[in-house]
């Protein structure tokens, strides 16, 4: 109600003091209703809208080994989801979560499966021949090319 009168006051004031043809006076109102339109509609959009989603992913490469997964549902302040990856040793790593205002943050994590590590330690193929883990490389023996 309040942006109407000073809508109204604004227009009264301005066809006071301008001299204004009837064309302007069409063109200024249709202006100024615009004006107060895109403001209720601002006034009316939420921005602290009840928050409700759900999403999921999952990524298998072959060539890298990089397998994971993921979703999670959300729903007022509930939120729900889990997530898998492959680790490095062979295992898959298993996280299911929630969260709520009664509970907090809650994760189970599980592993699947049995860990494989290499049978010798210390042996790498490769240029120069390899010292362990650990051990870097100098460029230095390496010849330049013209």
């Known amino acids: 109600m309040r942006l109407e009168q000073n809508h109204h ?5 301005l066809s006071k003091t301008t001299n ?3 064309q302007n006076v069409q063109v200024f ?4 209703a615009l004006v107060v339109l895109s403001a209720a509609v601002l006034a009316v959009d939420d921005f602290h809208a009840y928050p ?3 999403f999921e992913y999952g ?3 072959p060539h890298t080994g990089d397998h994971k997964s993921q979703w999670e549902h959300r729903d007022g302040d509930v939120v729900k989801g889990a997530y ?3 680790e490095a040793d062979g295992t898959e790593r298993v ?3 929630s969260s709520d205002k009664h509970n907090g943050f809650q994760a189970h994590v599980k592993r699947v499966g049995h860990a494989h590590h290499p049978e010798v330690y210390g042996q790498q193929a490769g240029y120069g021949g390899s010292y362990g883990h ?3 490389h100098s460029y230095s023996k390496l010849s330049k090319i013209n």
């Open 52 to 54: 409700s989603y759900k």
């Open 9 to 13: 006051s604004l227009f009264v004031y």
């Open 134 to 136: 650990g051990y870097g």
């Open 84 to 86: 898998t990856l492959h």
């Open 20 to 22: 204004l043809n009837q």
């Open 29 to 32: 109102q249709l202006f100024l």
């Open 95 to 97: 996280v299911e979560y």
């Open 59 to 61: 990524v298998k490469d």
